[in-house]
């Protein structure tokens, strides 16, 4: 299927690794043109040389960190006349109320939520003027759920949730549309990593991760790559009557949550 998005350029914030690199390859692959952020200049121009290569589309890199609403600001203005804005860049950590530190909470809503929000400012107005282009949100399944575990992930979440919807209902009426992601259980190292430290905790065996893993209600993660051709697909022509709403790529797992 062509996604007859050939030489547009597109931002992926977050694009180092995990979801947010998955992107990137997926839309360079698509012939897309590409400006890359994420904290990690070194993950940054790795990804570059790589999709460059292998794709013969520009890729520039902007590394800095997006929980800093200067540098945000920044890319904003560098980046000001995209095709595709992808908002990606989150790190929002678990705990209940009384376990996160104000500081760690707000730190990690400047990141996924205001970033978000401030980088969506300042590229929409553009897209609107020329009356094209298109916002995607990776956000989180959390969104959809109440743990007070992650209160912190389903409360920012929950907000993203809403700030698409809201923006997309009025964008669309500009030619631009909004749209959300809402990733499950993917298999990225972050996810790796935390589902390895739950198997040495409940089994006494990291390796042993692949168990719980099979605990899902599809046997198993979503990979990288399924969240990029989700986004990929939003991004796109051939979703051209979609805005406003979020798409849910968990393998069932809100479905059988309170099961």
């Given at each position: 299927m062509d996604l007859n998005i050939r030489g547009r350029t597109a931002l992926v914030t977050g694009a180092s690794r995990g979801i947010g690199l998955a992107v990137a390859k997926t839309l360079g692959a698509e012939g897309c043109h590409l400006h890359l952020a994420a904290r990690s200049e070194q993950g940054l121009r790795a990804a570059a040389d790589t999709i460059a290569g292998a794709h013969g589309v520009t890729v520039t890199i902007h590394p800095g960190d997006l929980s800093l609403p200067d540098t945000v600001a920044s890319l904003?203005?560098?980046?000001?006349?995209?095709?595709?804005?992808?908002?990606?860049?989150?790190?929002?950590?678990?705990?209940?109320?009384?376990?996160?530190?104000?500081?760690?909470?707000?730190?990690?809503?400047?990141?996924?939520?205001?970033?978000?929000?401030?980088?969506?400012?300042?590229?929409?107005?553009?897209?609107?003027?020329?009356?094209?282009?298109?916002?995607?949100?990776?956000?989180?399944?959390?969104?959809?759920?109440?743990?007070?575990?992650?209160?912190?992930?389903?409360?920012?979440?929950?907000?993203?949730?809403?700030?698409?919807?809201?923006?997309?209902?009025?964008?669309?009426?500009?030619?631009?549309?909004?749209?959300?992601?809402?990733?499950g259980p993917t298999m990225s190292d972050r996810h790796l990593s935390h589902v390895r430290a739950r198997a040495e905790k409940q089994l006494g065996d990291a390796e042993r991760y692949l168990e719980l893993e099979a605990l899902n209600p599809s046997g198993r993660s979503s990979t990288v790559e399924e969240i990029a051709d989700a986004v990929a697909f939003l991004a796109s022509d051939r979703a051209a009557h979609i805005s406003g709403t979020t798409l849910r790529v968990d393998g069932g797992v809100r479905a059988h949550y309170w099961r």
């Open positions: 904003g203005e560098a980046c000001a006349e995209m095709d595709i804005l992808v908002n990606n860049a989150g790190d929002i950590p678990p705990g209940t109320l009384e376990s996160i530190p104000s500081a760690a909470w707000r730190r990690s809503w400047d990141l996924k939520v205001f970033g978000y929000v401030d980088l969506t400012r300042a590229i929409l107005p553009r897209m609107q003027a020329r009356k094209s282009g298109v916002v995607v949100n990776v956000i989180g399944v959390a969104g959809e759920l109440a743990n007070p575990n992650y209160i912190a992930g389903c409360m920012g979440n929950t907000s993203l949730m809403m700030f698409t919807e809201c923006l997309g209902g009025e964008s669309i009426r500009h030619g631009v549309r909004v749209v959300g992601v809402n990733p």
